[in-house]
């Protein structure tokens, strides 16, 4: 089974401080995501990457980074938290083959006080 | 933009009931579609996928394909109360995933 690992079920952080999101999988897959999901807006991807060290915007990208040094772990990184950035984030990853679908983590739930 | 549609819902069935789900989606050269379940305050898990234009079955869930409408269907026949939940559905762009926003299933006992 494929298994992705959040680094934190809850977080809670302060205005303005930098957030790191951490996310392990263990099925050896080239591709990783980053999506947040908040009511009425369903899952918007931040960020996604499909190798080490590549990476690629999604339809939210504002106010966000990622880095990817290992196959293994994409980190979401909120450069500068704000309150509107306070939402459940959800880490996925896939085969690059076509018709895969993605597996997701746990999810983070951020809350940016 | 490619965009999927789903009626938000709730719909609500009674126990036992065939609960229908459906999704639009806007680019006709979409081939793959996923259908995900998530409970509240948990991360989407997946249920099926389809590819091919007809239906698929798997246990008590059916996926139907109609490529030339653009529609993808979820049946769920004798609905029970643990379906309850919100039904994603997605389809494939390049490397990505296009979800729709859910539809909240509610069955009652």
């Known amino acids: 089974d494929v298994k992705v690992t959040q680094s934190s079920r809850y977080l809670v952080k302060r205005t303005g401080e930098k957030v790191f999101l951490e996310c392990v999988q263990d099925m050896d897959h080239e591709n990783m995501f980053w999506y947040r999901q908040d009511p009425g807006l369903g899952l918007r991807l931040i960020y996604f990457s499909y190798d080490v060290k590549m990476k690629e915007k999604g339809d939210i990208p504002e106010g966000y980074s990622v880095s990817r040094e290992k196959k293994e772990r994409f980190s979401l990184i909120l450069e500068s938290a704000s309150t509107n950035q306070t939402s459940m984030y959800l880490c996925?990853?896939?085969?690059?083959?076509?018709?895969?679908?993605?597996?997701f983590g746990d999810g983070t739930r951020l809350s940016i006080l | 933009q490619k965009e999927v549609e789903q009626n938000s819902g709730p719909l609500s069935v009674p126990e036992g009931a065939i609960a229908s789900l459906n999704c639009t989606y806007s680019?006709?050269?979409?081939?793959?579609f996923f259908w995900y379940r998530q409970y509240s305050g948990k991360s989407p898990e997946l249920i099926m996928f389809?590819?091919?234009?007809g239906d698929k079955e798997d246990g008590r869930f059916t996926a139907q394909l109609n490529k030339a409408s653009q529609y993808v269907s979820l049946l769920i026949r004798d609905s029970q109360p643990s379906d309850s939940a919100t039904y994603l559905c997605a389809t494939e762009y390049g490397n990505k995933l296009v979800f729709g926003a859910g539809t909240i299933l509610r069955v009652k006992s």
């Open positions: 389809i590819y091919s234009n």
């Open positions: 996925a990853s896939s085969s690059p083959d076509s018709n895969q679908p993605q597996h």
């Open positions: 680019d006709r050269g979409s081939q793959s």
